[in-house]
């Protein structure tokens, strides 16, 4: 299975009845508890940071994770990322396409895209990584069209051999749609977002290892 932690300070610090100023400190260590675990992917998804911040927490991350197989995704931003030597970045669906990124990356550099159709996907094959969304309604995105186990199953399908993450509205009591439909694995916010009171490390690290064994039941029963 394949793991991806997606940040969101602001909701995880709100959730944790945090004060602004010690939301980056919360999120530097949900990543770290993530990455003690095994979690595969860091997504940095901070998109009110600027540039020059944004570079530093990457940076920053990037230390945490030393020593780890975890690797850090900047969302969208392929200047920061490639300036803040991240492991790779993440593309939205109407960004730039995987084999543009290519030219200015250097090797090694993970690329992963968002798509929501299938039509999507046969631009972005030379992506390491697809991830499908909106899988499940969310709070967040209540007016677009779910994916659910048939779109997500048809996006697996169109990828081939492409590993394909599931995102939107997934959590533990979802494995067994994910399992089902042949995704690689998922990529969450708030499936690795504590309430207020967690310990943060503890949390994070029990739900990583949850999510893994609930996959890997879920795929032998399919």
Not at 86 to 107: C, N, T, Y
Request: hydrophobic letters at 50%; a neutral charge; charged letters at 20%.
């Amino acid at each position: 299975m394949i793991l991806c932690l997606v940040t969101d300070r602001r909701r995880l610090g709100a959730a944790m009845g945090a004060r602004p100023d010690g939301w980056l400190d919360l999120l530097r260590a949900q990543v770290a508890a993530a990455a003690s675990a095994g979690i595969d992917l860091i997504q940095v998804r901070e998109p009110d940071i600027d540039a020059a911040e944004l570079a530093d927490l990457v940076r920053d991350l990037m230390r945490r994770v030393g020593g780890t197989a975890t690797r850090v995704l900047v969302n969208d931003r392929v200047d920061v990322a490639i300036a803040a030597k991240a492991s790779g970045v993440h593309l939205k669906e109407r960004s730039m396409l995987p084999h543009q990124v290519r030219r200015i990356a250097p090797a090694g550099f993970m690329i992963s895209c968002s798509v929501h159709t299938i039509g999507a996907v046969a631009a972005r094959k030379s992506a390491d990584l697809l991830i499908a969304g909106t899988v499940l309604p969310t709070a967040s995105k209540s007016s677009v069209d779910y994916l659910n186990k048939a779109g997500l199953e048809e996006i697996v399908e169109a990828a081939a051999q492409q590993p394909v993450l599931g995102i939107g509205g997934l959590n533990i009591t979802s494995i067994p749609l994910l399992a089902a439909s042949g995704a690689a694995g998922m990529a969450a916010v708030g499936a690795f977002v504590p309430g207020a009171g967690d310990d943060i490390t503890e949390f994070v690290q029990k739900r990583v290892n949850g999510l893994r064994l609930a996959f890997d039941s879920a795929s032998r029963h399919t």
